[in-house]
Nanobody
Framework: QVQLVQSGGGSVQAGGSLRLSCAASARTTTSDYMNWFRRAPGKNRSFVASIPWTANITRYADSVKGRFTISRDDATNTVYLQMDNLKPEDTATYYC?????WGQGTQVTVSS
């Protein structure tokens, strides 16, 4: 069974950077896309970014455009989320997703 294993995250001050990783044990077959979502305290889960397995057509939520970058390493089936110029409102638990598969979640905390 394919699994998504996340790493990275942590705490940073506003303006700082963090990078999240999501390693798939195999290329997922339930979806052509790898996605990042986040859930902020007291809010619903929301879309952050996506990238297909076979192209470099990226998509971002308006709130992170120009600050976050999603990328993919085909050799290791790993997707990254580089987060720059972080803001306190980016504080959330971040999840990678592909089809019905979800990572375990990674906490990102941004202090002002």
């Amino acid at each position: 069974q394919v699994q998504l294993v996340q790493s990275g995250g942590g705490s940073v001050q506003a303006g700082g950077s963090l990078r999240l990783s999501c390693a798939a044990s195999a290329r997922t077959t339930t979806s052509d896309y790898m996605n990042w979502f986040r859930r902020a305290p007291g809010k619903n889960r929301s879309f952050v970014a996506s990238i297909p397995w076979t192209a470099n057509i990226t998509r971002y939520a308006d709130s992170v455009k120009g600050r976050f970058t999603i990328s993919r390493d085909d050799a290791t089936n790993t997707v990254y989320l580089q987060m720059d110029n972080l803001k306190p409102e980016d504080t959330a638990t971040y999840y990678c997703n592909s089809g019905v598969l979800w990572g375990q979640g990674t906490q990102v905390t941004v202090s002002s």
